[in-house]
């Protein structure tokens, strides 16, 4: 238990769907993170929230939205996503500037099909 | 930009020490973390390294050298528990707090 919760765990979504993950940290922390992990790359940084305002959006399509409506939560909204947005999407906090590490979820495997 | 590099799969025998290194090219320095991710769960933080020298933390040690852009962590006694993805993340940009992480490095561990 990191202290940051994800859900749903698992989803399998159509093309056409639209779909939310929701992140929730219990850590006080002031920063939220989304990244996406897709086999055999690195983790890709999505978005960034620093005190509920966004700070990073690392050229992701449109068809992902993220919503930061406080410091606790976090949801990736998605909509008429492709098969190569299969991954797993992980959600992290941190406490900056002085944090020493970010915290993850266990993840939202996703599949569109 | 920022370069992060580490081998890709690493196999080690129970009891043994394994050596996982990391280099990285980045426009600045602000930290060197290192995670271990198990299949199908989160990474979970190991260490952090900001200044040049060996951190030490029970069975597990990372090092850091900033002129040389390497660090490498150090894993003893391996067990089989230890059999896991190790992702190597730099803060890069002078003030930015968010990390790059590299692809990971898979250990397996065998009897």
């Known amino acids: 238990e990191t202290g940051v919760t994800q859900t749903p765990r698992h989803l399998v979504m159509g093309m056409t769907n639209k779909k939310s993950l929701k992140c929730e940290q219990h850590?006080?922390?002031?920063?939220m993170y989304w990244y996406k992990q897709s086999a055999k790359k690195p983790l890709e940084l999505m978005f960034v929230?620093?005190?509920?305002?966004?700070?990073e959006n690392n050229s992701v399509p449109s068809r992902f939205s993220p919503e930061c409506p406080n410091s606790s939560h976090l949801f990736l909204h998605l909509h008429t996503l492709q098969p190569e947005d299969s991954a797993l999407y992980l959600c992290?906090?941190?406490?900056?500037?002085?944090?020493?590490?970010?915290?993850f979820g266990q993840g939202t495997r996703l599949t569109v099909v | 930009g920022q370069n992060i590099d580490q081998p890709t799969e690493m196999t080690a025998t129970e009891g043994a020490i394994v050596q996982i290194n990391c280099t990285y090219q980045?426009?600045?320095?602000?930290?060197l973390f290192w995670y271990q991710q198990h299949a199908g769960e989160a990474p979970t933080f190991l260490s952090y390294?900001?200044?040049?020298g060996l951190e030490e933390k029970g069975r597990f040690s990372s090092f850091l050298s900033r002129s040389k852009g390497y660090s490498y962590l150090l894993l003893k006694e391996l067990q089989m528990k230890d059999s896991a993805s190790y992702l190597c993340?730099?803060?890069?940009?002078?003030?930015?707090?968010?990390?790059?992480f590299g692809r990971g490095t898979s250990l397996i561990v065998h009897p």
């Open positions: 992290a906090s941190s406490q900056e500037p002085e944090s020493k590490a970010a915290f």
């Open positions: 850590l006080g922390h002031n920063a």
């Open positions: 929230y620093s005190l509920e305002e966004r700070v």
């Open positions: 980045t426009s600045g320095f602000n930290g």
């Open positions: 390294n900001v200044l040049d």
């Open positions: 993340a730099v803060k890069g940009h002078r003030g930015s707090y968010i990390p790059t």
